[in-house]
């Protein structure tokens, strides 16, 4: 019971960070633009975020906890948001190819990350990180200890970091937002034909830049909570690596809606851990592409099943120019 | 009434323009990238003169860092030639990552199993062949189902890679580690490794063999025909006669095969050995390479050089300014994003609209 | 300024590089009153109605709507004005609903009440007794229900100006009456209508008034009272109709392809062609009138092998060959019979060619199977390109210039060239004239004829009645797929062709029921 307990638990820790980049990506494909940079901009909101808290400590000698979240929250977002500003600019207004602008930004990122990442490591001298008591406002519950300690449910419904409900807050929204608000329907209708929405009298080029950015921020908190949570509010590319590309999966598996990012995060998140909790006679790194397999499964089904709902946006990863002829 | 704003300017597509306009433009767009990055280096606190000099000397003013810069460049030209069919008919393979580690994983078995069986000629061909067939293999999968189905291959190759990926990190702790427990691959056996011509393995020779390869393929070859119409419009090739999924099945084929190659000059030349980050992100920036080459494979020479000195370069920039190597990623998509940037005022102009209702056109 | 004009346009010029779609047009669209805007294909109907409903800026020249000057730079500002475009091509987003499509890009409350828009939707249908279920989703939809979604669409969005773009292309007859009842109840109620065809007899049934545009200008107009056919159709093509088409006698005319019981069925279970029979023989012109979307594209797509057949039969009997079976070949095995068969498509670009090669390398198109080893040999290709481009005066700078940058007549030139040139037995074509001036349709009239008398089966797929009447023989009729009749070009006339391409002859209005 407590192996499966843990198993759920640890699965969902480490779906977090996926849960936002699938997140981020999901609102970002919505408009018709497929930005294969999520690896960049999560590993640019992994870095600034930690800068974000780490010199917010430093300079404030302490600080409050809750605002250090928000700030890691705000400066990983404006990190995304800057890359996937760009990708926009060059694909949105400047029609570049999405795929290689996408391959570019993911080439820029990281370095970005990277080299934020070390050079903090440099100027501050080897070593990185908040202090614990900070810490304890990224990875432990905010909730309060008794709720937690409720047999069974009480970890599992009460035990996780802050991140756990922003996401889950944040996928709801999302999925009010695009299903049953008037500017989620024109998102929808913008990627699916840009024309259509354009003659609607959509502003195309607004949702698209909008939801590009946007989705562009929320992409990038998740390199943020990956850093601040799994990787225990250090530097680590490492770890970090492949888990925009995961979340780009994830988006497909998760067929562009939010809602299925809550469970799909969780599942993928088990499938990033099972080789440690499940001892079946399969080696560990076959587990680790798992997720691979079960989203190109799911490719070829919805393809196979042609069912409308299922599809793709169908503008995706086209630029748009009204006067096309 | 409702409406009083007059445009500032609306876009049209451009008739036509000069090739010479064109690449002066491109040029432009390089200059700018090199101000901006000479920006980075100023916000950094470092002279970006003396910044951009310990780039080119530390990746071309010496005879070893010029190999080294070379010995770089060597897969991403070939990659980039690999994806050229693949583009040219629209068809978005970002799998070449995946179809080289294939590749490698090919042509490692054949290392590891035969390097005392056969004589080192007759192995290392039968490791490109390996290695041909396993990437052709990989790029096979997507393809033949983006033929049969219209299954998304954007996204399929790109899941492909990570599976392939994730294969060889099985296999460096599994069936083929050396040391137990060290998780790596043991290294080539000599009889497995490309020879070296003037001090870089050989791969060099193989790449421009395919680059005038892919040229002659593309430009004067039936299947190169194929390719183009294919690319322009499905229904006009159906109309005259050609079989679409074929022609994608087969240019796929061709593109892994030659993906495949890559991985296996790198793991024999470069690496003499298998590890999982065999590609290295190679794959990806080839497809910047090829596109922003616009499929022309002797540009791609240049545009990979130049991406090869960033990046040789920068690693030198680490040990003489303490500049974090990362920083080549950094330049390399800033020159990424201009040149992107960049087609754009090829393809296009900007008419301006004046209260008087004429026009001038700005270039 | 009247007191009822709802929208003056002042000489309005819209160039797409180097073509000139409209120049120096005005033309003003009063309340209460249907104006048809009449032209020939091409000749600037839709691009200029396309600048008031925001598609398309105008390069120059003014729009006042209400007598102020307005700007439209994006369709947002035309519905701002009451400007609402029903386009040819139905603007729907297919996996949304019916409702969803309707409220697209409104502004309102935030929170969508979906339910609410259905109610709304049922009181305009209920209004003017359309049906349209607010859940359906678009996919699901016929072509009527989607333009009766597009119509409701728009009074849902209070225009007060709609236009219409050949709204009856698509339409039965049953469907386009009760449209056209739909258009009288909204023009009582003051609403400004413009529907954009080039069917005379919409225009005398329907309009009030008439404008016409030729080749991008204005033509003149007149009121629908005070004109008639003949006047009009002179104003839409400049000059009297006396086409004056030189057609001899055939010569021997011998079977080529016989066509039996073909019935083609799309990929979304429509019946696309309905047991078609009929026979084209060699050394004559053969030509198929129909209203569009009857199954022309593909009664010629099934011939050339491009469209699944679910059965019938199409036989081909060359001259001194025994009869082949081209029904489940595909084009390639068609041609390994010997089968010499020319296409010119209707989407010239989109299918007869490749728009971003040259001339030459849409010759090759033609060769490039017949070449022998790895290589395309781009001699002969070029030599042809040479020859079509000098013989039939193709304006371009080179045989390597992309064909995609040519002026539709140069393009059309191009295709029919190439076609001519494979020297077919027997020659399709489709729309062959559209949008060319009068000069290159004569060119290509005449390329028609002279195939014909060099034996060649050819089928003109048309639709200016006039032209069909002198340049073919024969002439088969189509309707919803079925073959309403074949008549002789010589004897019959435009009311007998014209009532069998609206129904089954012999079988009086119940035909689509």
Same mark, same amino acid.
Not at chain 3, 454 to 464: L, N, P, S
């Given at each position: ?24 990506? @999901? ?84 370095? /970005? ?36 300690? /409720? ?100 988006? /497909? ?62 503008? !995706? ?9 | ?169 099985? !296999? ?154 990362? /920083? ?36 | ?423 077919? @037995? ?88």
């Amino acid at each position: 019971m407590m192996g499966v307990i843990n198993l759920v638990f640890n699965a969902i820790l480490n779906g977090t960070p996926l849960m936002f980049g699938t997140m981020g990506e @999901s609102l970002t494909e919505k408009s018709g633009n497929l930005n294969l940079g999520v690896e960049g901009m999560m590993y640019m909101g992994g870095a600034f975020g930690l800068a974000g808290a780490f010199y917010y400590e430093k300079l404030t000698g302490g600080g409050s906890g809750i605002l250090a979240v928000l700030i890691a929250i705000a400066c990983s977002f404006l990190a995304g948001a800057i890359g996937a500003l760009i990708y926009s600019f060059i694909t949105i207004t400047l029609r570049a190819n999405q795929n290689v602008t996408g391959l570019a930004l993911a080439i820029f990122g990281t370095g /970005i990350g990277q080299f934020v990442g070390e050079y903090m490591r440099n100027v501050e001298g080897g070593y990185v990180a908040v202090s614990n008591e900070l810490k304890n406002f990224f990875q432990a519950s905010p909730f309060p200890r008794f709720l937690q300690d /409720i047999p069974v449910v009480g970890k599992l419904i009460f035990g996780h970091n802050v991140f756990v409900y922003l996401g889950v807050i944040l996928a709801v929204l999302m999925a009010f937002y695009i299903n049953r608000t008037r500017y989620g329907l024109n998102l929808r209708a913008t990627g699916e034909s840009p024309a259509t929405a354009d003659a609607a009298g959509i502003n195309v080029i607004k949702y698209k830049y909008l939801a590009t950015v946007i989705g562009g921020g929320i992409s990038a908190i998740g390199g943020m909570v990956y850093i601040m949570t799994i990787a225990g509010c250090v530097w680590n590319h490492e770890g970090l690596s492949g888990e925009g590309w995961l979340a780009v999966a994830l988006v /497909i598996f998760c067929l562009w809606r939010p809602l299925n990012t809550i469970w799909g995060s969780a599942l993928f998140g088990a499938l990033i851990i099972m080789y440690l909790r499940v001892h079946l006679p399969i080696p560990s790194e076959i587990y680790k592409i798992l997720p691979y397999v079960v989203t190109v499964a799911v490719l070829v089904f919805t393809s196979l099943r042609k069912k409308k709902e299922n599809q793709p946006p169908e503008s !995706l990863g086209l630029s748009y120019f009204r006067e096309d002829r | 009434m409702h409406n009083q704003r007059a445009p500032l300017f609306h876009l049209a597509k451009r008739t036509s323009l000069s090739p010479a306009r064109a690449w002066t433009i491109r040029l432009a767009s390089f200059v700018v990238a090199i101000l901006i990055g000479g920006l980075i280096f100023l916000l950094l606190g470092d002279d970006p003169v003396s910044a951009y000099g310990a780039i080119i000397t530390g990746s071309l003013g010496k005879k070893v860092a010029i190999r080294q810069t070379v010995k770089i460049a060597v897969p991403l030209l070939g990659t980039a030639l690999a994806i050229a069919p693949c583009f040219k008919m629209r068809f978005w393979n970002i799998g070449a990552e995946g179809q080289i580690t294939a590749g490698a994983i090919g042509a490692t078995f054949f290392a590891l199993n035969y390097y005392d069986k056969l004589p080192s000629p007759v192995l290392l061909i039968v490791m490109g062949l390996a290695g041909a067939v396993c990437g052709a293999f990989w790029a096979f999968i997507p393809a033949f189902f983006k033929a049969r189905w219209g299954t998304n291959e954007t996204l399929f190759t790109l899941m492909m890679n990570y599976i392939v990926i994730g294969l060889v990190k099985w !296999l460096q702790g599994g069936p083929w580690e050396g040391k137990p427990g060290s998780q790596i691959i043991p290294n080539f056996a000599s009889s497995a490794v490309l020879p070296k011509v003037f001090g870089i393995h050989c791969g060099w020779i193989i790449v421009l063999i395919l680059t005038i390869f892919i040229y002659v393929y593309m430009r004067y070859s039936k299947h190169g025909y194929e390719i183009a119409v294919v690319g322009e419009s499905e229904n006009t090739a159906r109309y005259a006669g050609m079989s679409v999924a074929r022609i994608t099945i087969r240019t796929m084929l061709l593109s892994g095969a030659i993906s495949g190659l890559v991985g296996y000059m790198v793991a024999s030349g470069a690496n003499m050995t298998l590890y999982y980050s065999v590609a290295d992100g190679v794959g990806f920036t080839a497809i910047t390479v090829a596109w922003l080459a616009q499929l022309n494979p002797f540009a791609m020479i240049a545009i990979s050089f130049l991406l090869a000195i960033l990046d040789k370069g920068a690693s030198t920039l680490q040990t003489v300014m303490n500049v974090p190597a990362s /920083i080549s990623d950094i330049i390399t998509g800033i020159f990424l994003f201009c040149m992107l940037a960049s087609e754009f005022f090829i393809n296009y102009r900007l008419v301006f609209r004046h209260d008087s209702g004429k026009e001038a056109v700005s270039e | 300024m009247q007191e009822n004009c709802a929208v003056e346009m002042r000489n309005i010029t819209k160039n797409f590089g180097p073509v000139a779609a409209n120049s120096n047009v005005s033309l003003s669209i009063r309340r209460g009153e249907i104006l048809s805007l009449l032209g020939e294909n091409g000749s600037g109907k839709t691009t200029l109605m396309n600048m008031l409903a925001g598609i398309y800026y105008p390069d120059s020249g003014q729009i006042f709507v209400n007598g102020e000057e307005v700007r439209i730079t994006s369709p947002k500002d035309a519905f701002d004005c009451g400007i609402g475009m029903i386009h040819q091509h139905f603007k729907l987003v297919s996996v949304l609903s019916a409702a969803e499509n309707v409220v697209l890009g409104l502004d309102g409350p935030a929170v969508l009440d979906i339910k609410e828009v259905g109610r709304r939707i049922k009181e305009i249908c209920e209004r003017y007794s359309f049906s349209v279920s607010p859940e359906k989703k678009v996919y699901d939809m016929s072509v009527s229900e989607k333009q009766t979604l597009e119509i409701v669409k728009v009074l849902y969005r209070g225009a007060d100006i709609l236009i219409l773009d050949e709204p009856t292309a698509v339409l039965t007859p049953q469907e386009t009456e009760k449209l056209f009842d739909v258009l009288r109840a909204m023009k009582a109620d003051g609403k400004a209508i413009v529907i954009i065809t080039h069917k005379l007899h919409e225009v005398m049934e329907l309009a009030d008034r008439v404008a016409v545009l030729r080749r991008g200008e204005f033509a003149g107009e007149m009121m629908v009272r005070d004109t008639n056919p003949q006047e009009m159709t002179n104003m839409m093509v400049g000059r009297p109709i006396s086409l004056n088409i030189e057609r001899p006698d055939p010569v021997d005319p011998a079977e080529r392809l016989v066509i039996k019981g073909l019935t083609v069925v799309d990929s979304e279970g429509i019946t696309k062609l309905d047991n078609v029979t009929f026979t084209a023989m060699g050394g004559e012109i053969l030509g198929i009138a129909g209203i569009a979307g009857s199954g022309q594209k593909e009664l010629l797509e099934a011939v050339a092998g491009l469209q699944p057949v679910k059965s019938g039969s199409i036989l081909y009997t060359p001259e001194d060959a025994p009869p082949s079976e081209l029904v489940g070949k595909t084009p390639k095995q068609i041609s390994n019979l010997g089968v010499s068969l020319a296409f010119v498509p209707e989407d010239r670009l989109g299918m007869g060619l490749v728009g971003g090669m040259g001339m030459t390398g849409n010759m090759l198109l033609r060769s490039w199977r017949r070449d022998k080893g790895v290589f395309i040999h781009a001699k002969e290709p070029s030599e042809l390109a040479q020859r079509i481009k000098e013989e039939l005066e193709v304006m371009t700078p080179s045989v390597r210039y992309p064909v995609r940058r040519l002026s539709g007549g140069n393009v059309q030139k191009v295709l029919v060239g190439r076609e001519i040139a494979s020297s077919p @037995s027997v020659l399709m074509t489709a729309y062959a004239v559209r949008g060319l001036d009068i000069n290159t349709s004569y060119t290509i009239y005449n390329l028609l004829t002279s195939q014909k008398m060099k034996g060649v089966a050819v089928i003109f797929v048309g639709e200016d009645l006039d032209v069909l009447l002198e340049l073919c023989d024969r002439i088969l009729v189509l309707y919803d797929g079925k073959v309403s009749g074949i008549v002789d070009a010589r004897t019959a006339d435009k009311e007998q062709i014209g009532l069998m391409m609206t129904r089954l002859s012999g079988k009086g209005g119940n035909a689509d029921a």
